[in-house]
């Protein structure tokens, strides 16, 4: 197969996982994650696995890395999607907010109604 046709073709499942985690990843945390913590959080028990998905994300132009070194993983403009707010972001942003310092009632009610409504799932 060429390597145009290779650059255009979808990307498997297994390929969109590891991206999906590799992008939260580096979202949550401001650096990537390991071949091995790819592994773990999309439980896969072979590093090599892995290590294939991620090649052929920088093949397909989604990633990319340095050579010689460990969390050199970049997400590319090709693959980058619009910020998604997750229910445990919210409960993070939340929690920082510090909603029991709060002396805003309004404010106060407005967070303790949403974080009551995402535990007990009126909010998915």
Avoid at 13 to 40: H, K, L
Avoid at 89 to 113: C, F, P, S
Wanted: proline content about 2%; hydrophobic content about 35%.
């Amino acid at each position: 197969m060429t390597t145009s046709a290779t650059l255009d073709k979808p990307l498997s499942r297994r390929q969109r996982d590891v991206y999906d985690y590799v992008r939260m990843f580096i979202e949550d945390n401001g650096y990537s994650p390991t071949i091995r913590e790819i592994a773990d959080g999309i439980m896969l028990s072979s590093a090599s696995t892995v290590h294939s998905h991620v090649n052929s994300l920088i093949r397909k132009g989604y990633l990319t890395h340095s050579s010689g070194g460990v969390r050199t993983l970049a997400l590319t403009k090709k693959g980058k999607r619009p910020k998604v707010v997750t229910q445990a972001g919210i409960m993070r942003w939340i929690q920082d907010q510090g909603i029991e310092k709060t002396h805003d009632a309004n404010v106060y009610n407005l967070l303790a109604d949403l974080q009551e409504s995402i535990q007990s799932g009126r909010i998915c």
